[in-house]
Nanobody
């Protein structure tokens, strides 16, 4: 069982960068698979990126591939999402999620621990 808290969101112009952080509590966090999701106003939550517990595999939604990078620091119980070349369509609340049940990848319903989200706004 873990608790997740996101931070690092804010307002940035198109083409800029942000680094989101997800702080986790729990001594077994390093064994969890992790992912990032986002939800724009009036839209459903969608997958952004995921990182397996071992770091052997990463997954990215097509629209962010090449611009976003997911990483983790198990010694600090942290997960990060580096976002470069931001676009207005990236505007959303971003959530981190975790699962001990294997590698869920982009499958939202397989993540059973969620943070409260951090707002990212990209202006034109």
């Amino acid at each position: 069982q873990v608790q997740l808290v996101e931070s690092g969101g804010g307002l940035v112009q198109a083409g800029g960068s942000l680094r989101l952080s997800c702080a986790a509590s729990g001594r077994t966090f390093r064994y969890y698979a992790v992912g990032w999701f986002r939800q724009a106003p009036g839209k459903k939550r969608e997958f952004v990126a995921a990182f397996s517990w071992s770091g052997a595999a990463t997954y990215y939604e097509d629209s962010v591939k090449g611009r976003f990078t997911i990483s983790r620091d198990n010694a600090k119980n942290m997960v990060y999402l580096q976002m470069d070349s931001l676009k207005p369509e990236d505007t959303a609340v971003y959530y981190c999620a975790a699962s001990l049940l294997g590698d869920p990848g982009s499958e939202e319903n397989k993540y059973n621990y969620w943070g409260q989200g951090t707002q990212v706004t990209v202006s034109s």
